[in-house]
């Protein structure tokens, strides 16, 4: 029987990352070296926010360059990681009654590929992306994450790849370096705080966590994945957090593990 697997959340910041050898690269990479390797990769991107709950069924999924104005390189890169319709339907058996449809046409988007392809530089891992329903309240991507739970002892990983702090409109383009924004910094480590005290309730119900949640998520898309994988904690679960940072001043690259 295959060592439970951990459950990772990845801050996956700008698609740059892919291509610029950085902290977050260095620290992406070492993740990959400190796992054994899976028998597959379930992700969750904050880049397939869509109003349906579905998962891919490709036996080889594209890379998806879901992005633009940025350099010719970064639409060169392709992530050929295979799929896995045996971990789809998994998936989808896990999450019944919820109604799982089959996508074989979405592959892999940047969320996903920009993060695996230092993680898993071979891209030999299967990997298969199951979509954020845009129609569904916080409480429900928590409790999926909890569905997804037996994967852990089946060899899986499970990501999420968004991002805990995401505010474009205040962005520092251009300027990675920049000093974070106050709010910024409270919101995570108020986040820090109660993933460390295990104290998950807050962190569903991130609406009512003030002002500098409010800032810190203007749009959901890219903090939802962090509850899928809270969904997945166990009591045994150590809570860590490999990377750390925030970039141009209002994107935290935090990444979380449990396990």
Known sequence: MPKMMPAIFFGH?????????????????????????????????????????????????????????????LYDIEYPAPG?????????????????????????????????????PEADVPTVQLSIDKKQPPAYHYKVGKRLAPLRDE??????????????????????????FDWAVRFEDKVRDLLLKGDDTPLVDYEGMGQDAMLSIPTPDHYLPLLYILGLRNDNDKVSFPVEGVDGGSVSMLAVQLG
Not at 95 to 100: D, F, K, Q, T, Y
Not at 156 to 175: E, K, M, P, Q, R
């Open 155 to 180: 060899g899986v990983l499970i990501v999420g790849s968004g991002n805990l702090v995401h505010n474009l409109h205040t962005y520092a383009w251009g300027d990675h370096n920049v000093e974070p």
């Open 84 to 120: 896995s319709p045996t971990l789809a339907r998994r998936v989808a058996d896990l999450l019944s009654p919820i109604a799982v449809a089959h996508d074989d046409r979405w592959g892999l988007d940047h969320g996903t590929w920009c993060v695996l392809m230092h993680v898993f």
């Open 13 to 73: 910041g700008n698609p740059m990352n892919a291509v610029t050898e950085n902290v977050y690269a260095d620290g992406w990479k070492k993740i990959g070296r400190s796992l054994q390797l899976p028998k597959a990769i379930l992700a969750i991107s904050a880049h397939w926010y869509i109003p349906a709950c579905t998962v891919t069924m490709n036996e080889q999924p594209p890379t998806i360059h879901d992005f633009g104005g940025f350099p010719q390189a």
